[in-house]
């Protein structure tokens, strides 16, 4: 059987990230995270060292993936499964501002994954629909790169794991890290390593 091969690369710096603002106004990348993404790419530009070849790649709708990718020198397939949390009304608000008018709910939100007292998606909700994808993409047996939200990333790290899903608190994803999981059908193994030089 053929291995499946699975780069998550989070999106470039965007306003909205850089403020500690919850997702949901689909801000494309600031210029700091334009140029952070550009030069990646050329610091590789063969993306073999740090993508590697694929057979595709996919995105989230959002801009600031969809810019990433095409930095890279990638043409994204919009993927919505990769899509980031759906912050309801909390969409856009500082985690501040949160804190400071609904302190209670941001607490609830923040220790138990079940709760989404902003009216849109909870942790597990998030979990449910990007499980189920990198579920899908375990035995499909090709090379793929999904360049997606953080919080996205931290979930299907936590998933392909098996951990309990309040351990996404535990794993940190800077923008335009790139994180590598393989199979070889049965279960997700995480990848860790220098890029290739050759």
């Known amino acids: 059987m053929t291995g499946t091969s699975l780069r998550l690369v989070a999106h470039g710096h965007t306003t909205a990230l850089r403020r500690a603002r919850f997702g949901g106004t689909d801000d494309g990348l600031d210029e ?3 140029r952070a993404a550009l030069a990646q790419a050329r610091a590789d530009p063969d993306r073999r060292g740090h993508l590697g070849v694929s057979d595709t790649c996919l995105s989230s709708p959002a801009a600031a993936a969809r ?18 949390c ?9 985690l501040e501002e949160i804190a400071g008018s609904q302190p209670q709910s941001l607490r609830d939100w923040l220790s ?6 902003h009216g849109g998606e909870s ?13 899908e993409q ?3 047996g090709r090379r793929v790169v999904a360049v997606t ?25 800077e923008p335009l890290a790139i994180v590598r999981l393989t199979s070889q059908g049965t279960r997700w193994q995480l990848r860790l390593g220098a890029p290739r030089t050759a």
Do not use: K, M, N
Not at 67 to 82: H, K, N, S, V, Y
Not at 86 to 94: A, L, Q
Not at 112 to 117: C, K, L, M
């Open 32 to 34: 700091g995270g334009l």
């Open 67 to 84: 810019q990433t990718a095409t930095a890279f020198g990638l043409l994204p397939t919009i993927e919505t499964a990769l899509a980031d």
């Open 86 to 94: 759906d912050y309801g009304d909390w969409s856009g608000r500082s």
């Open 112 to 117: 138990a994954p079940d709760s989404a007292p």
């Open 123 to 135: 942790v597990t909700a998030v979990r449910d629909r990007v499980g189920s994808w990198l579920d």
């Open 138 to 140: 375990r035995g499909a």
């Open 149 to 173: 939200h953080p919080l996205v990333i931290r979930i299907a790290v936590v998933h392909a794991l098996g951990l309990p899903t309040a351990t996404y608190r535990q794993v940190d994803v």
